[in-house]
Antibody, heavy 122, light 108 residues
Framework: EVQLVESGGGLVQPGGSLILSCAAS????????MSWVRQTPGKGLEWVGR??????????DYAAPVKDRFTISRDDSKNTVYLQMNSLKTDDTAIYYC?????????????WGQGALVTVSS | EIVMTQSPDTLSVSPGERATLSCRAS??????LAWYQQKPGQAPRLLIY???TRATGIPARFSGSGSGTEFTLTISSLQSEDFAVYYC??????????FGQGTKLEIK
């Protein structure tokens, strides 16, 4: 059974930084493309960014609102993907989900973590 | 960026009846369209990918159709556990992947 477990959420002041971790199990992580998706009551589901497997180049892509502030990385030896969030804004307040990309032919999200709440407030 | 628009925002249906949810893309996404179900306090769950293929373990009462810009999710005979929020998502033109705003399916 695939499990994705996020950690690291919490309260941070505007302008601050936070790192989310996502520990994966039950899958061949080295081959997985991983994404982060966030959810707010006002804006619904919003894709944040993605990291490809190293075999696919290991490259990252980001949504425009977080580009140049957020960084996704992975440690295949630990089956873990990270979301480094800098220069946080109140608009970044959301539940952040770690998600696994289904297959390369269909880039839907077939497994989701339970979510980590990030609150940006003074 | 492709904008996904779902209709209606809320759909009231009685158990045992059929529910039809719509999703429209601002430009063609071919068949690269997924549907998700989300229940309160839970993460979304993949129901349909490729516009019409059910994900593993999804009951046959869920079906998807459409291509290009118009898509439909049909639940043939609503069970109590089907009342939830449903989202569509395109993955044809990325980044970014984009989601619809959701349709809340409630008990009539």
């Amino acid at each position: 059974e695939v499990q994705l477990v996020e950690s690291g959420g919490g309260l941070v002041q505007p302008g601050g930084s936070l790192i989310l971790s996502c520990a994966a199990s039950g899958l061949r992580f080295i081959d997985a493309w991983m994404s982060w998706v966030r959810q707010t009551p006002g804006k619904g589901l919003e894709w944040v960014g993605r990291i490809k497997s190293k075999a696919s180049g290991g490259t990252t892509d980001y949504a425009a609102p977080v580009k140049d502030r957020f960084t996704i990385s992975r440690d295949d030896s630990k089956n873990t993907v990270y979301l480094q969030m800098n220069s946080l804004k109140t608009d970044d307040t959301a539940i952040y989900y770690c998600v696994k990309v289904f297959i390369l032919a269909h880039l839907a999200f077939d497994h989701w973590g339970q979510g980590a709440l990030v609150t940006v407030s003074s | 960026e492709i904008v996904m628009t779902q209709s209606p925002d809320t759909l009231s249906v009685s158990p045992g009846e059929r529910a039809t949810l719509s999703c429209r893309a601002s430009q063609s996404v071919s068949s690269y369209l997924a549907w998700y179900q989300q229940k309160p306090g839970q993460a979304p769950r993949l129901l349909i990918y490729g516009a019409s293929t059910r994900a593993t373990g999804i009951p046959a009462r869920f079906s998807g159709s459409g291509s290009g810009t118009e898509f439909t999710l049909t639940i043939s005979s609503l069970q109590s556990e089907d009342f939830a929020v449903y989202y569509c998502q395109q993955y044809n033109n990325w980044p970014p992947y984009t989601f619809g705003q959701g349709t809340k399916l409630e008990i009539k």
